[in-house]
């Protein structure tokens, strides 16, 4: 094998954003990222986008959804310093939430993003450990 070959990794984490919790889960596989976000009072799936080399694919919305605006920053930021194909998901719902709280909200995504950019960017991913056929350890 070639010394391109990336290892798979996956991590979730919560945080809260307005008193609600947001899930964030990163899937990389040996070629491309995916992620979800979801959360406040319903989580769900809102929007994708789908980005290579700092620029977005595709990106659709269901009916009367606004997350395409986070999937899309998220991908082609993402996108621009990670050598793979990214798709990112989201569905983040809060019942009455004002203007000002939508800006918190994506301040506080906005944090989250350049975190992550600056992991996978430098490679920073903790390995998922699994077993082979034989039931030994190894690095997926």
Not at 37 to 44: A, L, N, Q, Y
């Amino acid at each position: 094998m070639g010394g391109n070959v990336r290892s798979i990794m996956c991590e979730s984490k919560e945080i809260s954003i307005l008193q609600r919790r947001v899930a964030i889960a990163v899937y990389q596989t040996k070629d491309g990222v995916s992620i979800m976000i979801e959360g406040g009072d319903k989580g769900h799936i809102g929007a994708v986008a789908v980005a290579e080399k700092g620029k977005i694919i595709e990106s659709i919305s269901f009916p009367a959804h606004k997350e395409e605006v986070i999937c899309r920053s998220w991908a082609e930021k993402i996108s621009a310093v990670y050598p793979g194909p990214v798709v990112v998901e989201a569905g983040i719902h809060y019942d009455g939430i004002t203007r000002g709280q939508i800006q918190e909200v994506m301040e506080r995504l906005n944090e989250e993003l350049e975190e992550l950019t600056g992991r996978l960017a430098g490679g920073k991913w903790t390995r998922v450990r699994g077993k082979n056929k034989a039931g030994d350890a190894e690095n997926l």
